[in-house]
């Protein structure tokens, strides 16, 4: 899951209308239930329930430790091999034809609203600068209405380490494509990759970058970890050995962001701690392996943004994996 310190500035929608969002739509649905129990889950109590959690939870209240010096990872071509679209991380499978979805909230203008994160694993691959990705599509909902659409691409090394090559991201406000941008490595010349998640993350190791983007991208997140031993209760299911990181950005490093991943899954709970003035926070509520039929209109909805994205002319486009 890629939620994210580096965004481009939030714009509410009312309604969706055009034909990705409508896609979108109908693919994520409205509502949200349990792996487990296939329950209704209630978006409000859900975001009432981890706005308490985020304050009560010991984790978010342990000092953080912020480097004084920024690197970058060395990004090498001649580390990545055939079986890079083949990402078997212990705390971030991407396995395709996975669709995590999340409920929570986030505090805007004065006002704490219900917010959903949709993040499925396509079975679309692309080629960037030399090595083959993983294609996710990601969507964010406020109060209902769809905010961000998100393209994002993985690749995995031959360590095990994930590595995050760029992505392609639209605003929508009232349901109405209003804005689009674009990095990935290489583009502009100083983008360059980072990790996502380490092979073998550890505490008290140096924090590391997910990736760099300069000005009008602005993409600086950076991540280190926190606990290795948390153990976490969502909607679909209680958790043990779960892996806490903080990220950040490097031009507001003491707003963080706590993200808690279970092995074997992914991301399942998101947090804040510091002087994040979002207080995002996501609960997930449901986890599936869809069917051949909607993993074909993950796929369709994907590309329909990437038509989209004119940069790619640059780069091979997405194609179905083999």
């Known amino acids: 899951m890629n939620v994210r310190r580096s965004r481009p500035a939030r714009h509410r ?23 487990s129990s296939d329950t209704t889950v209630d978006a409000a109590t859900v975001a009432a329930e981890t706005t308490d959690d985020a304050v009560k939870n010991p984790a978010s209240s342990r000092p953080v430790v912020v480097p004084s010096k920024f690197t970058r990872e060395d ?26 979805e999340y409920d929570g909230s986030t505090f805007e203008d004065g006002k704490t609203l219900g917010h959903r994160v949709t993040f ?10 030399g090595v083959n990705t993983v294609v996710i599509w990601e969507s964010d909902f406020t109060e209902g209405d769809l905010e961000e659409d998100e393209l994002t691409f993985f690749a995995q ?29 290489g583009h502009p010349a100083d983008a360059k990759a980072g990790i996502m ?18 000005a009008p991208y602005f993409w600086n997140d950076r991540a280190r970890v926190r606990s290795m031993t948390e153990e976490t209760t969502v909607p679909t299911g209680t958790y043990k050995g779960v892996l806490l990181t903080e990220e950040y950005n490097e031009e507001e490093t003491s707003a ?49 943004l990437e038509k989209r994205a004119l940069v790619y002319s640059t780069a091979d486009p997405s194609v179905q994996r083999a």
């Not at 994040?276 to 069917?291: G, H, P, Q, W």
């Open 157 to 185: 090394d031959k360590m095990g380490n994930v590595w995050h090559l760029g992505q392609y991201s639209e605003l929508w406000d009232g349901g109405e494509y209003t804005a689009g941008r674009t990095w990935f490595v």
């Open 197 to 214: 998640m380490k092979a073998d993350p550890k505490t008290n190791a140096p924090d590391w970058s997910e990736g760099f983007a300069p």
């Open 256 to 304: 963080i962001q706590l993200k808690y991943y279970a092995p074997g899954v992914g991301v399942v709970r998101v947090g804040w701690d510091g002087t994040d003035e979002s207080k995002e926070t996501l609960l997930m509520v449901r986890t599936e392996k869809l069917s051949p039929e909607k993993l074909d209109l993950a796929s369709k909805g994907a590309l329909e």
């Open 75 to 100: 990004f090498q071509v001649a580390n990545f091999d055939e079986n890079s679209i083949n990402i078997d991380n212990k705390y971030f499978p991407l396995v395709p034809g996975t669709r995590h």
């Open 120 to 129: 499925t694993v396509t079975n679309l691959t692309k080629v960037i600068n």
């Open 13 to 35: 929608g009312k309604a969706l209308t055009l034909l990705s969002g409508v896609v979108a739509l109908a693919f994520f649905g409205t509502g949200c239930s349990s792996s």
